[in-house]
Nanobody, 125 residues
Framework: QVQLAESGGGSVQAGGSLSLTCEAS????????MGWFRQAPGKEREFVAS????????YWADSVKGRFAISGNSAKNTVYLHMNSLKSEDTAVYFC??????????????????WGQGTQVTVSS
């Protein structure tokens, strides 16, 4: 079965940086896509970024474009989210997702079949 293991969450000061890692088992990254969503208390799950097969095919939410970077290692079925210039509004539970989305669903939770358990990111102002 497919399992996604997230790590790297924690607390950071505003303006700081934090990196998240998601390792997939039972999923072939090179044949699909992996990405990140986040959900703050009382809010809908929000798309953050995704990557299809390679680091050259990336997709971003406007709210994080220019501050975050996503990269992947297809051989290891692993995706990373490097978060820079963090703001208090970035505080949320971050979820790793994997699947085979078509272009129109790359930014939607419905485009991803497999999900991690989530990791808390807290940015203090």
């Amino acid at each position: 079965q497919v399992q996604l293991a997230e790590s790297g969450g924690g607390s950071v000061q505003a303006g700081g940086s934090l990196s998240l890692t998601c390792e997939a088992s039972g999923f072939t990254f090179s044949n699909g896509a992996m990405g990140w969503f986040r959900q703050a208390p009382g809010k809908e799950r929000e798309f953050v970024a995704s990557i299809r097969r390679s680091s050259s095919n990336t997709y971003w939410a406007d709210s994080v474009k220019g501050r975050f970077a996503i990269s992947g290692n297809s051989a290891k079925n692993t995706v990373y989210l490097h978060m820079n210039s963090l703001k208090s509004e970035d505080t949320a539970v971050y979820f790793c997702a994997a699947g085979y989305p078509i272009t129109s669903t790359l930014r939607l939770p419905s485009g991803y079949r497999y999900w991690g358990q989530g990791t808390q990111v807290t940015v203090s102002s």
